[in-house]
């Protein structure tokens, strides 16, 4: 009878929503972490999920692994929508074998990501799991270099995400850092190519869990993590908001989403955020909110290399990348970590169409043996290629310095950026007056009876001669001074204005950025 069919279907669909069986379910719980599939209930749309293979198994049989097969071999997957938007979904289930991969594992995943490249959607990745599955030996590592390759195929194609909610080890950590944006939940992610006791074992050092890869540490330190979250729910409205703000893949635009702010709004206050020493620092942030549709910034990577600022906000509706130079730390100056922050970024919004908007107050590139020996040079580099590379609409607004080799690699129009604006306030050159003063002017100091009102007037017919934005705009490097209360409106009627840009590279297989 078909009933008898039903039945065992009906069993086996039972078994399977048990993942590793009650009492790894409640061990899971509690830990304070919800289940793979409570995870993905709580990202997408109610009653969205379509699941996929929820019924495979490993098919090894060395060390008794016979006796302990589960269905869905510690990955739950499938599709559904979240905020309407069709998106692909797996999670590692701890439940079954502390969540460590198998061939059958991988199989799932990379079939889900072929789903999400041919259809154009986003594909989230939940990380709860303690790598390899030693027993399959190969087997396993092989899985992961499949996942590895589709990571590469679907870069740039579609947005890929990481939600950090348990550990990743060895292997399973090098999907996350190819993936685009990585959320990483406090005291509860951990990410560590080796562990603490292989660390103590090989070099000696006593490190926790949470000291070696936890949250904070690739939030503040390795950058790895682009959000740290408090918790579960949180981390799935992070990704939610995120989604907000992109495409569903590299074909398509962003969304419209139409607000009440005006977008000639102006702000006679804004100019007071810059102090009129300039070295004195001050919150660039003041000036992102201002110009910024209901002054909602979306900051990424908001606690790693803070002297330079990222994120996503909206002018007149379309989501635009902002990228800015901090004063508030370093002075605003480039280094190592602020390169590779800012240059991805600007890759990430260059694949799918997001427009870039630059502000500008920066000394330079830092100095200093650390920075030389670890290789400025070589990650500074990336900005520019950075870029270069892009060909999405790109406008730049010198606020404050803009100097050397900084004020070229951040966006400016030699880099072939379509809009540069300066502020009255902007100062362009090679460097700064002082210092070019003393450089310059050093036998005509020494010898002066009044050295320090010297340097004073050498300074000033300096800034008079070269460090104002009226020589950069006379040169046409600069397309015109603007006054800061209309940097709003200056830069939305230069976004409506090149909304139809095309701007092709030529042809090549990829360019060889300097990683």
């Known amino acids: 009878m078909h009933s008898d069919k039903i039945d065992k279907f009906l069993k086996n669909k039972k078994i399977a929503n048990q993942s590793g069986g009650q009492d790894r379910i409640t061990k899971q719980h509690e830990k304070g972490k919800l289940t793979a599939r409570e995870r993905i209930f709580l990202l997408l749309d109610e009653g969205s999920f379509v699941e996929i293979d929820a019924l495979t198994t490993h098919h090894y049989h060395e060390y008794d692994m016979q006796k302990k097969k589960f269905y869905g071999d510690g990955v739950v997957g499938g599709y559904g929508t979240i905020n ?186 804004i100019i007071n955020v810059v102090p009129e020493d300039s070295l004195k620092p001050y919150d660039m942030k003041e000036i992102i909110y201002s110009i910024i549709d209901n002054h909602n910034f979306f900051e990424i990577h908001e606690l790693f290399a803070q002297n330079i600022i990222v994120g996503f906000a909206r002018m007149h509706g379309r989501t635009v990348g902002i990228i800015a130079n901090q004063p508030l730390f370093l002075a605003g100056a480039l280094d190592i970590d602020s390169s590779n922050k800012a240059s991805r970024f600007i890759r990430f919004c260059d694949c799918y169409n997001i427009p870039i908007v630059t502000l500008v107050d920066t000394p330079g590139y830092m100095p200093g043996t650390n920075q030389e020996h670890n290789g400025i040079i070589r990650h500074g580099s990336k900005l520019l290629y950075a870029y270069s590379e892009a060909t999405v609409p790109k406008i730049t607004i010198v606020i404050g310095k803009a100097y050397g080799g900084a004020y070229i690699a951040m966006g400016s129009k030699n880099l072939r950026t379509d809009i540069n604006y300066a502020w009255p306030t902007a100062q362009i050159a090679v460097l700064g007056s002082e210092g070019a003063v003393k450089i310059m002017n050093r036998k005509d100091l020494a010898k002066s009876e009044d050295p320090e009102s010297l340097k004073k007037q050498l300074v000033d017919e300096f800034t008079e001669k070269f460090a104002n934005p009226y020589v950069a705009a006379s040169h046409g490097t600069v397309d015109t001074v603007i006054d800061p209360a209309e940097t709003r409106s200056m830069i939305i009627k230069a976004l409506e204005m090149l909304s139809n840009k095309r701007d092709r590279q030529l042809p090549r297989k990829h360019g060889n950025i300097n990683l």
């Not at 990745?125 to 899985?143: F, H, P, T």
């Not at 589709?150 to 550990?167: D, E, F």
């Open 84 to 269: 309407g938007r069709q998106s692909y979904v797996f999670a590692y289930d701890f439940t079954i074998l502390g969540g460590t991969l198998s061939k059958m594992g991988a199989k799932k995943i990379t079939k889900l990501m072929d789903h999400a490249v041919r259809n154009g959607c986003p594909i989230i990745g939940i990380m709860d799991s303690g790598g390899a599955r030693i027993q399959e030996g190969i087997q396993s590592l092989d899985g992961f270099g499949d996942i590895f390759y589709h990571n590469q195929l679907a870069s740039g194609v579609i947005p890929q995400i990481t939600a950090s909610i348990g550990p990743s080890a060895g292997g399973a950590v090098y999907s996350p850092a190819m993936t685009d944006f990585v959320i990483m939940v406090d005291k509860i992610g951990t990410m560590f190519v080796t562990g603490p006791d292989v660390v103590k074992t090989v070099l000696g050092e006593e490190v926790s869990f949470d000291e070696l890869g936890g949250a904070m540490t690739h939030g503040t330190k390795s950058g790895v993590a682009h959000f740290v979250v408090k918790n579960e729910y949180e981390c799935m409205d992070r990704i939610k908001t995120l989604l907000s703000y992109i495409p569903q893949n590299n074909t398509e635009e962003t969304s419209i989403v139409l607000n009440d702010d005006d977008p000639n709004r102006l702000d006679h206050n």
